[in-house]
């Protein structure tokens, strides 16, 4: 397992320079490697996403014992970020992390794959499960790495998502309330304040809670 300097290499990258502690052969090798780490960094750099995949998976795949083919792999998840192809930067990320489990850039990757969720993230009338994804990798990152800066903005994300969250079951119990599904309302109402208690949601359910019940009263008196 290789357990690299994401760091060291990134200052490589930045001052490519001959070693003398390498063999002849060895030099040509790390100078081919060296030329393709460099030409990736500067498409980077200069916002050529796909030309920078390009150069760095054929960094990765030619010379995967390279001390540079680590921060490759890395660089490809991250260059498929920036395009917003985030199904690809899951990948990415989450390859890297199986290959990696204890390089000091994890905790940078577990936030990544939850910004790839997070940037997915509609409206709350529609589909969930980007938020729920969200979600589930920054609480990972939280638990795992709690002193890590990656943690502190996994915090803001997690209380980000937990609105979002809230307000989705809040627009069905409203749904059901205004299609006089009294105990439907009231079940979502009392879910919500069971779970985001501290959220907006949460904190008005208590008022539609007592409105649903009161309803309830008046339906069943009315029978």
Request: glycine residues 2%.
């Amino acid at each position: 397992m290789r357990i690299i300097s994401i760091g060291l290499l990134l200052f490589i990258f930045a001052s490519i320079s001959g070693c003398a502690w390498f063999s002849k052969d060895s030099q040509e090798v790390e100078k081919t490697a060296r030329e393709l780490a460099a030409e990736g960094n500067q498409e980077f750099k200069e916002k050529n996403y796909k030309n920078a995949i390009e150069a760095f998976t054929t960094l990765r795949d030619w010379y995967p014992f390279s001390k540079y083919a680590i921060l490759a792999e890395l660089k490809i998840a991250d260059s498929h970020f920036k395009l917003k192809s985030y199904e690809e930067a899951i990948v990415a990320y989450q390859e890297f992390e199986s290959l990696h489990p204890r390089n000091e850039a994890v905790p940078y990757v577990i936030y990544r794959t939850g910004m790839c969720w997070y940037n997915r993230i509609e409206s709350i009338d529609k589909d969930q499960t980007p938020a729920k994804k969200a979600m589930e990798q920054f609480q990972r990152l939280t638990k795992r790495f709690p002193d890590d800066k990656y943690s502190e903005k996994a915090q803001k994300k997690i209380m980000k998502c937990t609105e979002h969250l809230a307000g989705h079951e809040a627009y069905i119990a409203e749904f059901y309330l205004k299609a006089k599904k009294y105990k439907a309302a009231l079940k979502r109402f009392e879910t919500i304040f069971a779970i985001y208690p501290d959220t907006e949601a949460g904190k008005q359910s208590i008022e539609k809670i007592v409105l649903c019940r009161k309803l309830l009263e008046e339906e069943s008196i009315n029978e």
